[in-house]
């Protein structure tokens, strides 16, 4: 039998090592028919393959395409009850026209013109913000309002109020990730309405959640218990950026601190714990220097990657693209990926990793080495 296709009963007779096909063997096959039973033997290659056969495909949708795509649905679609949400899913086209980019993950690009809200609600999917471009918009968690600039990485964790107004005379485009895919499949998904407009029209530059968790390695006494999703509502880009370029001045100086030469590296952290921002996701950002390129590398579990900044080439798989700044791709589960940048790339990248870590069921492989 060839691995990783299943033989149906009334084929098992023509296929290596299947049993010999007799009367009474299709006999058995139909009462297995009738009583909703179905024999390992052939089914083996297709629920047990030699390595991850993922459903999902490399993908790459293009920024200066979304982008007015969003502006003309900005024009023709309003945002509010109903609808909830001015968003645009990536749809994967390996996943047969589900709205999900990966089987696990799901990534939209959100759309809110000058004095709009996004009403409030709240649902058990674990989300996130992250902005490629612009500012003005307020994303308002249980009454806590939260601006949203470039750069910035904003996580909310699943059942939590929380709306979207803009505040500004221009319109704001921003990417989400949540892992509505994963919730769906097992089944575990909740969703309940909030108000139709956000609690507050205030417009801090500093959220009362960073003010109270926002000081790098610093822990109020008042909270040393964990909470399994992180508390700070933003992460500014000015701390993301002064990570990475003093990384890379280390290595110029010297002092080997990356894993690849060239290539920088940050994961976004639970102050409380030290563990991923939230339970099913796990956020990072990636500086590749100019002239750089990284090994192919693949691992269980799907991402999905946005350019911030610069160009490059990035090989997934059989696949391989010029991306630039904005673009989005996905690597499925086991898909080798690897960079080549030009003038130098920044990259923000999501992934279910923690949902394997904790099953037991994560693995990685590069340069021949399997961890």
Avoid at 264 to 286: K, S
Avoid at 332 to 346: A, K, R
């Amino acid at each position: 039998m060839t691995q990783g296709t299943s033989v149906p009963p009334d084929q098992a007779a023509d296929a290596a090592g299947q049993p010999e096909r007799t009367p009474a063997l299709e006999a058995l096959y139909r009462t297995f028919e009738q009583q909703l039973l179905i024999p390992l033997w052939t089914q083996i290659g297709d629920l047990m393959p030699p390595f991850p056969e993922a459903s999902a495909v490399p993908h790459r949708w293009r920024w200066k395409d979304l982008l007015p795509a969003a502006e003309q649905a900005g024009e023709l679609v309003p945002v509010g009850r109903g609808g909830e949400r001015r968003a645009i899913a990536l749809a994967n086209p390996g996943l047969g026209g589900r709205p999900f980019a990966t089987s696990t993950l799901w990534a939209a690009i959100q759309y809110l013109n000058p004095g709009e809200d996004a009403p409030v609600h709240r649902h058990s999917q674990n989300a996130f913000r992250f902005v490629v471009e612009g500012e003005g918009v307020w994303t308002v968690v249980n009454g806590d309002p939260v601006a949203m600039r470039r750069g910035d990485f904003l996580p909310q964790a699943g059942w939590n109020w929380h709306g979207h107004h803009n505040r500004s005379h221009h319109a704001m485009a921003w990417i989400d990730g949540l892992d509505i895919p994963f919730q769906h499949y097992t089944e575990a998904t909740f969703f309940e309405f909030g108000t139709d407009e956000v609690e507050t029209r205030e417009t801090p530059e500093r959220s009362r959640s960073e003010r109270l968790w926002g000081h790098p390695g610093l822990r109020p006494l008042t909270h040393l218990r964990p909470s399994p999703a992180t508390p700070l509502l933003a992460y500014r880009w000015e701390y993301t950026d002064r990570a990475l370029t003093e990384q890379l001045a280390l290595e110029a100086d010297g002092y080997r601190v990356t894993a690849e030469a060239g290539h920088a590296a940050v994961r976004y952290t639970n102050p409380t714990t030290g563990d991923d921002v939230l339970p099913t996701l796990r956020t990072e950002f990636h500086r590749l220097a100019p002239d750089t390129g990284t090994a192919g590398r693949r691992e269980v579990g799907s991402s999905v990657f946005q350019v911030f900044d610069g160009n490059g080439r990035v090989t997934v798989g059989e696949s391989s693209w010029t991306v630039e700044r904005g673009d989005l791709f996905v690597v499925p589960s086991w898909q080798p990926l690897s960079f080549e940048t030009g003038t130098g790339m920044d990259l923000f990248r999501f992934t279910d990793a923690p949902i394997f870590e904790r099953l037991g069921l994560h693995r990685s492989h590069q340069d021949g080495v399997t961890a």
